[in-house]
């Protein structure tokens, strides 16, 4: 199932673009530093949709990307893409989905103002090893990501079922996300009591 991601879900996350290949195991000094790396504000990469088995993004200016971004928009290549997201309603929100990917862009198309839209397939996973600072890659483009698969399905619950509570204290960890959700709920509240002056 393909669902809107909202971007207030999306945490942050990074991207490395890398000529076509079948990862097996892959040490963070091999993997380096990221192509971009990004978090929900401002937002430079929108995840558009996402599935258990691909997702749809746009880059904001992809020129960010410097040399590599000829290898994502013409040549084959393997997109390692870390992401970071919100868990949308189960109680474990402290304990976000994070995951390595290794996608392949299956259709790239330029906006005229300059963004780029890409569509990818998810081919792999990478699991972190237990000893060192490196990850083992598994294919799962015919086996989709169990935790995704779930974190999707929450996503099209989100608007049937009760907010739950908003904190009371700061979460440094989410500190952009909270910071929207109380300038929001202080611009809900001024216009509420606006309109509640008006009549």
Not at 18 to 45: I, K, M, N, S, Y
Not at 178 to 190: F, K, R
């Amino acid at each position: 199932m393909r669902v809107t991601v909202p971007q207030s879900l999306l945490l942050d996350g990074a991207l490395w673009v890398r000529p076509a290949h079948v990862p097996t195991h892959l040490h963070l000094l091999e993997l380096g530093r990221p192509d971009l790396r990004f978090t929900a504000v401002p937002p430079c990469l929108r995840i558009e949709d996402l599935s258990a088995n691909g997702l749809r993004i746009t880059l904001m200016d992809p020129k960010t990307l410097g040399q590599n971004l000829d290898m994502l928009k013409s040549g084959p290549c393997l997109v390692f893409l870390h992401l970071k997201l919100s868990q949308p309603l189960s109680a474990v929100e402290d304990r976000p989905l994070s995951l390595l990917l290794g996608v392949t862009p299956v259709a790239v198309r330029e906006e005229e103002d300059g963004q780029l839209v890409v569509a990818l397939n998810i081919l792999y996973r990478g699991q972190p090893d237990r000893d060192d600072k490196s990850l083992t890659f598994f294919y799962v483009a015919k086996y989709p990501i169990r935790e995704l698969a779930a974190w999707c399905d929450e996503v099209t619950l989100m608007d049937r079922v009760p907010q739950r509570p908003i904190a009371r204290g700061l979460r440094m960890d989410r500190f952009l996300l909270e910071l929207d959700t109380v300038l929001t709920q202080a611009e809900s509240q001024a216009a509420g009591a606006i309109q509640d002056q008006g009549q």
